[in-house]
């Protein structure tokens, strides 16, 4: 009997990121006998602040897109992503958190993180960081709350977060 995963996709609306991590690792978790579940923030009305394509419409700095989107039935979430996430949790009940972020979407994951803290520490769940920036070897330095760090033996925090 496997263990359940859930990945945590930190992206904004329009910013056309695709998560080939969570692609990758949920093929090979699942084709191991593990269950696998995906929560995206790329459909939620989040930006943070980041230069995502939908604010660039705004500006008319990218040619618009929205309306061929909704032509596609596709459009923002009513619901707050917040509220979707802890009900995810609290249905799908985790054993690893896996964040899979890039540079740019680094502090939205962080506040993902920081959403689900209280689940984390409460059932003792690892968090597994799929990243490509800040470097994994500085752990401390990137950002991370102290509290999504796991030690394991001598008090290392193998890097990819969690408990390596």
């Known amino acids: 009997m496997g263990i359940k ?3 945590l996709y930190p992206n904004t609306f329009g910013m056309n990121m695709l998560p080939p991590a969570i692609a990758t690792f949920s093929a090979i978790l699942k084709n191991q006998g593990h269950e696998v579940q995906v929560f995206d923030t790329t459909y939620y009305a989040i930006d943070f602040g980041i230069d995502s394509e939908g604010s ?3 500006r008319l700095n990218v040619v618009p897109y929205t309306e061929e989107m909704e032509k596609k ?3 923002l979430k009513d619901s707050h ?3 979707d996430l802890h009900k995810k949790v609290n249905e799908f009940k985790p054993d690893l958190l896996a964040l899979s ?3 740019d979407m680094w502090e939205l994951g962080i506040k993902i993180l920081d959403e689900v803290k209280e689940y984390k520490n409460k ?3 690892p ?3 799929l990243y490509t920036s800040p470097s994994p070897r500085d752990q401390r330095g990137s950002g991370v709350p102290a509290w999504a760090w796991k030690k394991k033996g001598g008090g ?3 890097g990819g977060g969690g408990g390596g």
């Open 127 to 129: 968090v597994c960081l």
């Open 5 to 7: 995963v859930l990945f």
């Open 101 to 103: 972020s890039t540079e």
């Open 81 to 83: 992503w917040k509220d």
């Open 156 to 158: 290392g925090g193998g």
């Open 123 to 125: 059932n003792n769940i």
């Open 56 to 58: 660039k419409e705004e």
């Open 73 to 75: 039935n596709l459009r």
